[in-house]
């Protein structure tokens, strides 16, 4: 597939005062060639994980879309979508077997989504502004394999290559962190009201890096 969106590398480190603004990654059309590469601070082996995000999308009816996506050389490792009914759903290597969760619809309004996951149980749980859904359970004894890119925007069916555009993501991304850990409901909703200053130590949206491809902009937004 050729690429003919200008590439961009971005420092995250944003000199303006911290807790006035946010970046925001803004995917302003559906496309095969506009997403996001995020640097983590160290690699994704992991046996336990709390991903969190801010997002707004349009994108209504049967419309499938990524939200986030690690893909290893052999496999799509873990990644987040929105299925056509609307549903959130969770994949850890597979690009079929999943967990699937009900939630509130994601909409114009920037809604704050984290999912929790821990080898040992399998429990997994999804957090919609600080609210917690029921927990399900799903990949016992699994772990996310180190070596990969973590994507957003898109999902590659191959190594950062064969992306489809009616799988893209139409909205805004922001405030994306990745703990390796599972973190508490208390310390969820902090995050979600932005109290507190909790690091996450493998993706932390304040100093990560990011190379971004195709049409996706960058713009400041007031918190």
């Excluded at 994108?59 to 990644?79: A, I, K, Q, T």
Aim: proline residues 1%; contains cysteine; glycine residues 6%.
């Amino acid at each position: 597939m050729k690429f003919s969106g200008v590439l961009f590398v971005i420092a995250v480190s944003v000199a303006l005062a911290k807790g006035t603004t946010m970046k925001t990654l803004v995917f302003p059309e559906e496309s095969d060639d506009s997403y996001a590469v995020v640097g983590p601070q160290t690699t994704l082996n992991l046996g336990a994980f709390t991903l969190c995000m801010r997002v707004a999308t349009e994108l209504r009816g049967r419309r499938e879309f990524s939200l986030f996506s690690f893909r290893s050389v052999d496999h799509d490792e873990m990644g987040v979508w929105r299925e056509k009914d609307g549903s959130l759903s969770l994949y850890l290597q597979s690009s079929s077997d999943h967990i699937r969760f009900e939630l509130p619809e994601l909409n114009s309004m920037m809604s704050h989504l984290c999912v929790t996951w821990e080898s040992l149980t399998g429990a997994t749980t999804f957090f919609v502004d600080g609210k917690k859904s029921l927990t399900k359970i799903y990949r016992r004894a699994f772990t996310v394999q180190a070596e990969g890119k973590v994507l957003l925007g898109q999902d590659a069916d191959s190594y950062l290559a064969d992306f489809e555009a009616r799988q893209s993501f139409v909205g805004s991304l922001s405030d994306v962190n990745l703990w390796d850990s599972v973190l508490s409901d208390s310390a969820i909703q902090n995050v979600y009201s932005r109290e507190g200053d909790l690091k996450a130590n493998i993706i932390d949206w304040e100093t990560a890096q990011l190379v971004l491809h195709g049409s996706v902009h960058v713009v400041n937004v007031e918190v």
